[in-house]
């Protein structure tokens, strides 16, 4: 059995395929400006690192993400809510909480047994909490994404940043160094305004243990060490690539669709279900 999950997210694709039950191999790439175009690339990817020759050879794949309507090749469409959930629970049965931060909002989402979502909340409104805040924030500063992670955690005086709007917020870290404040308090500053906004959204949805944060901002980890200062809680790292998560678990529903007598094969000229 050889299955596939495609995320189409607004900063990246990714693509996962699973072969009897287990991770084969992943993709990851930059968005472009069309879902269509991106899920192929980022499938071919995984293909080719799979051993595989096309889509004709796997049995089922779930889109996901934001883009998952415009996968051409998907049996059928799932949110990336159900599916961060379903791969994280995958990886780590203990999971509870599942935080998501990806490239223009931010998720919470409370499971129960089985990854059943219980309940969840996110903010889609604005940009701030998100991937794309944190690289604007490093352009701001002049800096690598990479590099911003790394002088947050050698911070002993965080910079206190009000802004609401990743905008304004721009606005206050260009007079926080104007007004002669150090770059890794500042770079700290913007990692503890974002755990803020996680930590308003995770106790509306209520944190239980074990949590896990999942999307390419789970590896920044200096916004991580910030999350668990202000959740007061131990964050559960995952032993894949966090940033597959959605891809991970849009694989294990394509897998259980199939053991359940519900799937058939791919067209790779039909729209997503």
Same mark, same amino acid.
């Given at each position: ?18 072969? =009897? ?97 219980? =309940?969840?909340?996110?903010? =889609? ?141 791919? =067209? ?6």
């Amino acid at each position: 059995m050889i299955v596939a999950g495609c995320d189409v997210g607004s900063a990246t694709g990714k693509a996962l395929i699973m072969r =009897d039950g287990a991770i084969d191999s992943f993709s990851i790439i930059p968005s472009t400006t069309r879902p269509e175009r991106t899920a192929q690339m980022a499938v071919d990817e995984a293909l080719s690192k799979a051993g595989l020759a096309s889509l004709e050879e796997l049995d089922y794949v779930v889109g996901t993400g934001y883009g998952r309507v415009r996968i051409p090749f998907a049996n059928e469409n799932i949110s990336e809510i159900t599916c961060h959930a379903r791969g994280a629970f995958w990886l780590v049965p203990t999971i509870r909480t599942v935080i998501d931060i990806g490239g223009q909002d931010c998720k919470v989402t409370s499971i129960g047994e089985g990854a059943k979502v219980l =309940d969840f909340v996110m903010n =889609d409104k604005c940009a701030a909490g998100t991937g794309r805040f944190l690289e604007a924030m490093a352009r701001t500063l002049g800096i690598e994404l990479q590099e911003l992670s790394e002088l947050s955690l050698q911070s002993q005086n965080p910079a206190t940043i009000t802004a609401q709007c990743s905008v304004f917020a721009e606005s206050e870290v260009i007079t926080l160094l104007n007004s002669g404040a150090e770059v890794v308090d500042v770079a700290a500053g913007i990692h503890m305004s974002i755990a803020g906004r996680v930590n308003s959204l995770a106790r509306r949805a209520g944190i239980m243990e074990d949590v896990t944060v999942t999307g390419g901002c789970a590896k920044n980890k200096g916004l991580i060490a910030m999350l668990e200062e202000r959740l007061g809680v131990g964050i559960k790292a995952l032993p894949e690539d966090p940033q597959v998560v959605g891809a991970l678990g849009a694989a294990v529903l394509a897998k259980d669709r199939l053991a359940s007598g519900g799937g058939e094969a791919p =067209d790779p000229g039909r729209p997503g279900a």
